[in-house]
């Protein structure tokens, strides 16, 4: 299986979760709570105001507090912000993480589908700006580019790393 015909099978597991943990918090009469995290160049702006209006644009709460590491997108361990945001959320002190593309969690699939499965053991959920778009799929009818374009990186494999 590539790269490619894995992403799909990754973005419809963490969306059944989104909307799964998204409508018991609402059933339970409460909005659902995020923290934000971006995986940025230290040239880059920051986006934390566009999660935050993205999320409230959902009904979501969001945290106060923002996390980013100044980074180009890689390996989980070496980025102490996500990790940092990820243990609030499996804590319980968020129902979900946040962030604009699958590749500020991780470019390489195999690392991000354990992340996905961790959140998940607990209960929680990642939501994303960008959905899951392989590399070379078509732009949608609104001209977006596919993330792996915006950010200058393409999944990798499980193996690959």
Same mark, same amino acid.
């Given at each position: 299986m590539t790269s490619g015909d894995?992403?799909?099978?990754?973005?419809?597991?963490r969306y059944r979760q989104q909307e799964s943990v998204v409508l018991a918090v609402r059933r339970r009469g409460h909005p659902p709570r995020v923290v934000r995290y971006i /995986?940025?160049?230290?040239?880059?702006?920051?986006?934390?105001v566009a999660l935050s209006r993205w999320a409230a644009g959902r009904g979501w709460?969001?945290?106060? !507090?923002?996390?980013?590491?100044? /980074?180009?997108?890689?390996?989980?361990?070496?980025?102490t912000e996500l990790r940092i945001a990820l243990d609030r959320? &499996?804590?319980?002190?968020?129902?979900?993480?946040?962030?604009?593309?699958?590749?500020?969690?991780?470019?390489?699939?195999?690392?991000?589908?354990? !992340?996905?499965h961790q959140v998940r053991a607990h209960d929680r959920f990642i939501a994303l700006v960008l959905p899951e778009i392989p590399r070379g799929a078509? !732009?949608? &009818?609104?001209?977006?580019?596919?993330?792996?374009?915006?950010?200058?990186?393409?999944?990798?494999?499980a193996g690959a790393r």
């Open positions: 894995h992403l799909p099978a990754l973005a419809a597991s /995986c940025s160049p230290p040239e880059r702006v920051d986006g934390h709460l969001v945290d106060p !507090q923002t996390y980013t590491d100044r /980074c180009e997108p890689g390996p989980v361990g070496e980025r959320v &499996m804590a319980g002190h968020a129902d979900g993480l946040l962030a604009p593309a699958f590749e500020h969690i991780s470019p390489d699939l195999g690392e991000y589908g354990d !992340q996905l078509p !732009q949608g &009818m609104h001209g977006w580019k596919a993330p792996q374009e915006v950010f200058g990186t393409e999944p990798r494999s």
